[in-house]
């Protein structure tokens, strides 16, 4: 697999862009803005996500979207959760016009953290129900403790690639690969984007408690708490439960809960700290995924009647204005319980 496009030009489509170009891959990265595209042409460098890191002069940058899906042998998106069903669409529409040849991609990489919002569909879900029919089957998911910067810098990471199809899994391990980059795969498509997504609400939980100053234990209690609760969604979603104390599960939540470069904990610091969401979303330059999954995953709680009261918590701060001083005293007054079951002392 020679040829790849790369849909979004935030950090981490910027990053892994990075990554397939500097193995000598064919790698097109595409922008929805024009003007993004001409500063990055002519500054060769993501100013406006990836500061710093120097874009590799083999790297084609277009705002064209038909150039970067035409003719490409795998086609990884990393747009926003919230935008993803209108680029799907449009590649939908590439896909089925009359320039495109008797060859679809062999693969399509979904490498965006997040859940619809009304249909609490996962992105490949997305993805099957949007593309053409004759790629059912070709959806993949990456995802794992990787933050964007430290894999364009080349810092050792490890992530796992998703999907039913061993033999597709074996491929894109085989193209995500290098001497920095270790991929594992996984037939769990459901619980790897399950892990992906719901830790970024953790996050901001596990910000507001270091925003308040309750320090490392209360920290340590809601990445704990936060994982079961994932792990209850998951698995009644389908998942596989080994899945969540994997790279996709606990390995992901461990780093966003406590990595600097973490968008959603850095969200929690400042909604912890006494401003509110709609000052910290003003100033933000960059989406943290967390604040709309929030949402989504509050109503898979209900939907799936799986009792997630971190996630509800950090639902309600969000959404219905309510204090965290007040949502940390209701999570710990809440009726005692066994740590593994809903048994009460």
């Known amino acids: 697999m020679r040829r790849i496009g790369v849909l979004g030009a935030g950090s981490w489509g910027t990053a892994l862009a990075i990554l397939l170009v500097n193995k000598g891959?064919?790698?097109?990265?595409?922008?929805?803005?024009?003007?993004?595209?001409?500063?990055?042409?002519?500054?060769?460098e993501n100013l406006s996500y990836l500061p710093g890191?120097?874009?590799?002069?083999?790297?084609?940058?277009?705002?064209?979207?038909?150039?970067?899906?035409?003719?490409?042998?795998?086609?990884?998106?990393?747009?926003?959760?919230?935008?993803f069903r209108e680029v799907a669409r449009q590649v939908s529409e590439i896909l089925r016009g009359p320039k495109q040849s008797s060859d679809l991609p062999y693969a399509l990489v979904s490498a965006t953290k997040g859940i619809e919002k009304d249909t609490l569909f996962t992105m490949t879900e997305v993805m099957e129900e949007i593309l053409p029919s004759r790629l059912s089957g070709r959806m993949a998911a990456l995802s794992g403790p990787?933050?964007?910067?430290?894999?364009?810098?080349?810092?050792?990471?490890?992530?796992?690639?998703?999907?039913?199809?061993?033999?597709?899994?074996?491929?894109?391990?085989?193209?995500?690969?290098?001497?920095?980059?270790?991929?594992?795969?996984?037939?769990?498509?459901?619980?790897?984007?399950v892990g992906g997504a719901l830790k970024n609400v953790i996050a901001i939980a596990a910000g507001i408690s270091d925003g308040m100053g309750f320090g490392t234990n209360a920290r340590a209690a809601l990445i704990t708490r936060g994982l079961a609760e994932i792990s209850r969604?998951?698995?009644?979603?389908?998942?596989?439960?080994?899945?969540?104390?994997?790279?996709?599960?606990?390995?992901?939540?461990?780093?966003?809960?406590?990595?600097d470069?973490?968008?959603?904990?850095?969200?929690?610091?400042?909604?912890?700290?006494?401003?509110?969401?709609?000052?910290?979303?003003?100033?933000?330059?960059?989406?943290?995924?967390?604040?709309?999954?929030?949402s989504s995953a509050y109503a898979m709680a209900k939907k799936y009647r799986v009792d997630m009261p971190i996630t509800t918590q950090v639902f309600r701060v969000l959404y219905e204005d309510l204090n965290p001083k007040d949502a940390v005293k209701e999570l710990l007054m809440r009726p005692p319980s066994q740590e593994f079951g809903d048994i009460l002392c």
Request: proline share 4%; with cysteine.
């Open 25 to 44: 891959i064919e790698t097109i990265l595409w922008a929805r803005k024009q003007e993004a595209v001409r500063k990055m042409q002519d500054t060769r």
């Open 53 to 83: 890191i120097k874009l590799p002069a083999a790297l084609d940058i277009t705002s064209d979207l038909s150039r970067a899906v035409l003719n490409r042998e795998v086609i990884i998106f990393v747009v926003p959760s919230h935008g």
């Open 146 to 193: 990787s933050f964007a910067k430290e894999v364009a810098s080349s810092v050792p990471t490890a992530v796992t690639i998703a999907s039913p199809d061993h033999r597709l899994c074996v491929d894109l391990q085989c193209l995500f690969a290098t001497e920095t980059f270790r991929v594992y795969t996984s037939p769990d498509l459901i619980g790897v984007q």
């Open 233 to 259: 969604l998951g698995v009644r979603m389908g998942a596989n439960p080994l899945t969540f104390a994997g790279l996709t599960g606990l390995g992901d939540l461990v780093l966003t809960c406590t990595g």
């Open 261 to 294: 470069l973490s968008r959603n904990r850095m969200v929690g610091l400042k909604l912890g700290q006494g401003y509110s969401i709609g000052s910290i979303v003003q100033g933000m330059n960059v989406v943290a995924e967390g604040i709309n999954t929030s």
